[in-house]
């Protein structure tokens, strides 16, 4: 036991003294031009030291700098690429007699790091070697900019915490400046050949996030070869992860990326984005894709969006040009954009009842040019889509956008009981920009079509609605005024809400018979009241916004209506010639005589906000009926019609 402690006692004190004998050999800056000669050779830039150094051997070997500057690139916004208030370096203190330098720890504190992109798109975070430095692997032939490590060279930092301080990003192309504060930050770097892991947090406008990254292996990475990176980060507001592959620092990459978060309006006003949605819209969404990025092109394949209840999926490509140009093929689903969409506007009625007021189209110029900064070729199709009350089934929409010429084609439509397809063209690459459709509607359920899309509830039937349209200008009142095309309706077993014309077919008989007791025309527009309709047809040709008809008709086992005239929609002006032919033969519609029957013509005119309808009795009945059914179907219908 003597022995053994007395052999411990002598090991003892010949440590002591090596540390005694190192602290005395031993040079603060001896070791701190290794580190610089190293980094100099390694980045082309100078570390140096404005402060006091300082050198501990208890309980470690340690080194200590104080105010330590990294230079900038030449041409750089500042002298410094990174200067760090205190930097500590832990070395084990026997490498100082192995020749090799080794450090386990590095301790940076209150670290300000410039990170910027000239004008040409250069960065200062490329290195280049210095001129002369030995190198044994191959420099890429087509990247001049990056650095090759010597085979011999390699750092072990064992692990760097990095303490307090901030990271600027200038883009001097865009002018914009982004700044990372609060750092706290671990790396582990056991060699530059292997893994290296970062894990802390950083403070960016205002909000924490927590990271986890790795990257294999850094000197792939600074040799400017393929490496690959894994990043988790997670904040109060989104959750981020990436794992895949980057070459060329950035220019290429490839990997999975998903983003996740609980509110899209939060992360909006984050970003300082503001955004006016209902409680129910812009909440939960997630974001996943395989994604790559190659020669200006950005992939998103697998794509998967999901926001609230919705979800997409598809692929899209992202063509980084001038102009820019997307091609993506979307599956919405079920879409929903209601609670998307901004309350409909209501306006008060006066106290004197006159809400209907004039239409004056817009004559503001409208600008189309955005579409010169975009070519597009894109595939939507839904199973479902809700735009306010208007509800329609299946349907598949192409868009193809080129050189401001929008095509837009509605391959497939199902919708109110219907189906049908239809185009749309707008040629925006001169003035006047020129538009064009043509749509073509069959079995159409009518009053929910109608009363959904613009509120009107009076027509009852399925049929069909075709129209072929085209106009010019480059505001609302020149495409208004330029509409040229042709309208084509026809419906059948339906109706038409707000007068029972046979009430009036059986006066109309009690007329003819000479039993005027009978006649009874004491009759309102009402929603209780209807007249059924066989069919219901219409062909209305437009020339310069003037909508003409001479074929409107419906056909009623007791009534006949034929009318003829204008729809002015430049001048927002009505000019109807209607007759209502009441049939006198009890084979009611299948009458064949035209001569059966009492002719009621009736003029509606006026303008959009104040139609008036009234009976017109200077011809076609005066051949019919005396004087004195005359006037009091004059009297009768004045009530009925307005």
Not at 304 to 309: E, G, K, R
Not at 444 to 457: H, S
Not at 477 to 492: A, C, K, V
Request: charged share 20%; glycine share 6%; hydrophobic share 40%.
């Amino acid at each position: 036991m003597k022995i053994f402690l007395k052999s411990f006692a002598v090991i003892i004190f010949i440590i002591v003294l090596l540390i005694v004998v190192a602290t005395q050999l031993i040079s603060t800056e001896d070791i701190f031009n290794q580190v610089s000669t190293k980094v100099e050779q390694s980045t082309g830039r100078t570390l140096t030291v404005d402060g006091e150094q300082s050198l501990s051997v208890f309980p470690s070997l340690s080194l200590v700098l104080n105010d330590v500057h990294f230079s900038n690139v030449t041409g750089g916004s500042k002298p410094d690429m990174a200067s760090i208030s205190e930097l500590m370096i832990h070395i084990p203190w026997l490498s100082v007699f192995s020749g090799e330098l080794a450090i386990e720890k590095f301790v940076i504190n209150d670290p300000d790091i410039l990170l910027e992109k000239s004008v040409d798109g250069t960065v200062n975070w490329q290195f280049s070697t210095l001129a002369g430095a030995e190198s044994t692997t191959e420099q890429s032939p087509t990247d001049d900019k990056s650095i090759n490590l010597p085979d011999a060279f390699d750092i072990s930092l064992g692990q760097v915490e990095i303490n307090g301080g901030k990271l600027t990003f200038i883009d001097h192309q865009s002018k914009e400046t982004k700044v990372i504060d609060q750092l706290n930050l671990a790396v582990k770097l056991p060699s530059l050949r292997e893994p290296l892991n970062l894990s802390g947090s950083v403070r960016y406008m205002t909000q924490v996030l927590e990271l986890e990254s790795s990257i294999t292996t850094p000197a792939k990475a600074i040799n400017n070869q393929p490496f690959s990176v894994e990043l988790d980060l997670t904040s109060a507001l989104v959750k981020l992860t990436y794992k895949g592959d980057v070459v060329q620092q950035g220019k290429e990459l490839s990997g999975k990326l998903s983003v996740s978060g609980d509110s899209v309006k939060k992360l909006l006003n984050w970003q300082n984005i503001p955004l006016a949605a209902k409680d129910e819209a812009f909440n939960k969404f997630s974001f996943s894709t395989n994604m790559g990025f190659a020669n200006d092109n950005l992939t998103l394949n697998e794509l998967m969006v999901n926001l609230d209840a919705l979800a997409f999926k598809g692929s899209t490509t992202i063509t980084l040009s001038t102009p820019l140009k997307l091609v993506s093929n979307i599956d919405l689903g079920i879409l929903d954009l209601n609670p998307y969409l901004p309350e409909p506007t209501s306006e008060a009625t006066p106290a004197d009842d006159t809400a209907s007021q004039p239409i004056v189209w817009d004559d503001t110029a409208l600008d189309l040019s955005a579409l010169a900064s975009l070519n597009a070729d894109i595939s939507i199709k839904s199973s479902q889509l809700f735009v306010r009350d208007i509800k329609l089934g299946k349907n598949e929409i192409a868009v193809v956008l080129n050189n401001s010429v929008a095509n837009v084609q509605l391959k497939s439509f199902q919708g109110y009981e219907g189906s049908g397809s239809g185009a749309i063209k707008v040629n925006a690459n001169k003035k006047p920009y020129q538009i064009t459709t043509k749509f073509d509607l069959a079995n159409i359920n009518a009053e929910p079509l109608l009363n959904d899309a613009v509120g009107f509830d009076k027509l009852l039937g399925k049929g069909q609605l075709t129209w072929d349209l085209s106009t010019k200008g480059i505001s609302q009142r020149d495409f208004i005024q330029q509409l040229n095309g042709h309208l084509d309706i026809s419906f059948i077993d339906g109706a038409v809400k707000g007068v029972n014309l046979a009430a009036i077919a059986k006066s109309a008989s009690s007329i003819m018979q000479g039993n005027l007791s009978a006649v009874s025309l004491d009759s309102d527009f009402s929603n209780a009241d209807k007249t059924d309709f066989a069919a219901l047809t219409g062909k209305f040709t437009l020339t310069n916004g003037v909508a003409n008809t001479d074929n409107l008709s419906l056909n009623n086992p007791f009534i006949r209506i034929s009318g003829t005239g204008d729809i002015d929609l430049p001048k927002t002006n009505v000019n109807l010639q209607v007759k209502s032919k009441i049939v006198a033969s009890t084979q009611g519609q299948a009458a064949e005589s035209t001569d059966a029957g009492v002719v009621i013509p009736i003029k509606i005119t006026g303008p959009f906000h104040n139609i008036k309808i009234r009976p017109d009795v200077s011809s076609g009945a005066k051949d019919k009926v005396k004087d004195k059914v005359k006037d009091k179907l004059k009297d009768k219908l004045k009530g009925l019609f307005g």
